[in-house]
């Protein structure tokens, strides 16, 4: 029974070197990675790195102010991170502040300021169909008489020629006359009048339009185009209250940017589709047609029935009311035109679109429906002076308590710490190549707790090794060699680096999972660092130091190795002995 027993532990002493290859090779391929990502350095958080912290108060639509609950304001949260974060910017955090404030902080990043712009476009997301528009400034469209012969112009008075497609590429349709336009705007303030043919449905008289209702929805009509003659998008002040309390159901005015640059002033219907019935959007770059840059769209089955159809009414009307607008936070992003019915519940905006500005269209389709409108209340520049004061701070308090550890090692344990040093240089190593690569991965960045995790974590890897050289020296001291001290020491050192291991991660587990912002950074270093030690020791340290057993320094017991038996006090193995024999008595004999 005792032959199988050393087989297997000279073939477990004899193949140490298949972990520590192991181990290597993983350094290795971490570190080629990390060089051939171009990310060799770890991200930096808010607090080392600098960016900007934005306030956010929530203000409730008129009538609507128990909309300013804990429901709606979590759901915020949740589509500023999504939107914060589709722009590749790490470490953004998002919270609650009281009862109506969001804080918002942006690392300072590649795209951190497109981060800071979207997060002010907080306001819902709304298609609507375009019945008048024209370059802000230029001439009315809704007042001035018909062209002398009656014939409709190929583009629309003022109006850019480079006009977004919903559909296949092509020119637009002839426009209407103004007079047609000024019609449609009547003509949708009598729709959003008329009242509903449900009663008669049911067999009851339905009420008959009160008296002069044409007439006000005419008035409303005149109304609206005379602050549509009047609207002047150039002036910050105008756009910022243009549509203000007007409800998803009404026509509205706009305003909205063209692909040249100039403001646009609009009159738009009521909203068909909203943001909620966006399922996804993409910016992707259509090199097949030569379109070039794009942005899709898919919507849920309700948005796709609800597009179907306006777009099927949209299709047969003249330009601009062929168009719908897109309209996030009361400014039209696009506002492209659509020959056909869309049906299949997706769709294509093409135009003179650059990566960027379709990558942060796309962002506002995929992210826009938000339950809350939201003003900026602060918005302040947070510089990466105070946080690196404190980063070096804890670095020297880091290097502080690592050369204390080495002193520590270095007097107790002299030619061991050798091993224990190789073993938190590995360690180090694989946390760094790890936290690098883990920064694009998931969008992991280092901020101070989770430097502070870091310092934290050389003590746990420190205490692993101590724990296991102790049961090596407790079992040279009952008189074993090294050799097998080594292999008997292990299964005991194992049990309780396994447990201790354990109980930190679960700690570091229950933190992430429990708290929010800077601390869970803490959290995550901390179970990182904690996963590392279980694999450092097992593929480095312990068949490093089987390793070791085998050389005359070690192996004999040489006074600057640690594990000097008369040093430690060790006693000789316990032999059993025969007694003597009694002497027999000769009488008995």
Known sequence: MATPKKGRNASAQSKPGRSLALILIAIAALTGGMFASGHTKPRLGIDLAGGTSITLRAV????????????????????????????????????????????????????????????????????????????????????????????????????????????????????????????????????DATPSASASDKGDKASPSPSGSGGTAEADANALQAKYAKLDCTDEKTRSTVGDGVKASDPTLACGKNSQGQWQ???????????????????????????????????????????????????????????????????????????????????????????QSAQDLSNMLSYGALPLTFKVDSMTTVTAALGGDQLKAGLIAGAIGLALVVIYLLAYYRGLSFIAILSLLVSAALTYTLMA??????????????????????????????????????????????????????????RTILVSDFVSFLAAAVLFIVTVGKVQGFAFTLGLTTLLDVVV?????????????????FANGHKWSGLDPKSLGAQPPLRRTRRPAAPVDPKEA
Not at 329 to 342: C, F, H, I, K, N
Request: net charge neutral; hydrophobic share 35%; aromatic share 6%.
């Open 265 to 355: 002033k609009y009159i738009l219907g009521p909203a068909e589709v909203d943001g909620t019935d966006v399922d996804k959007a993409q910016a992707v770059l259509n090199t097949q047609t030569g379109a070039g840059w794009t942005v899709t769209m898919d919507f849920t089955d309700g948005g796709a029935k609800k597009f179907a159809n306006i777009t099927g009414k949209l299709a047969q009307n003249q330009s601009p009311q062929n168009q719908f607008a897109i309209v996030l936070d009361g400014e039209v992003v696009s506002d492209p035109y659509v020959r056909q019915a869309l049906t299949g519940g997706n769709a294509e905006i093409s135009g003179n679109f650059n990566q």
């Open 537 to 553: 020791v097992f593929l480095f340290t312990k068949p490093l130091l089987t390793l070791m057993a085998r050389r005359p320094f």
């Open 437 to 494: 690569l883990l920064g694009p991965a998931i969008g992991f960045a280092l901020n101070l707790p989770a430097v502070c995790g870091a310092i934290v974590a050389i003590g746990i890897t420190a205490d692993s090794f101590i724990v296991y050289f102790e049961r090596v020296r407790d079992e040279i001291r009952e008189g074993r060699t090294l050799r097998p001290a080594v292999e008997r020491a292990w299964p005991r050192a194992r």
């Open 60 to 191: 409730p639509e008129a009538g609507n102010e128990a909309a300013i609950n804990k429901t709606n304001m979590d759901t915020a949260v949740s589509i500023m991170e999504r939107r914060v974060n589709g722009l590749g910017v790490s470490e953004s955090e998002v919270q609650t502040q009281g009862r109506e404030n969001i804080i918002v902080n942006i690392p300072k990043g590649t795209n951190s300021d497109q981060a800071r712009k979207q997060v002010g476009t907080t306001a819902k997301l709304y298609f609507r169909p375009v019945l008048a528009t024209e370059i802000a400034g230029g001439k009315g469209a809704a007042s001035p008489s018909p062209s002398p012969t009656g014939s409709p112009s190929d583009q629309p008075s003022g109006k850019a020629t480079d006009k977004p497609e919903a559909t296949d590429k092509g020119s637009a349709s002839p426009s209407a006359s103004p007079t047609t336009q000024g019609r449609a705007v009547t003509d949708a303030l009598k729709a």
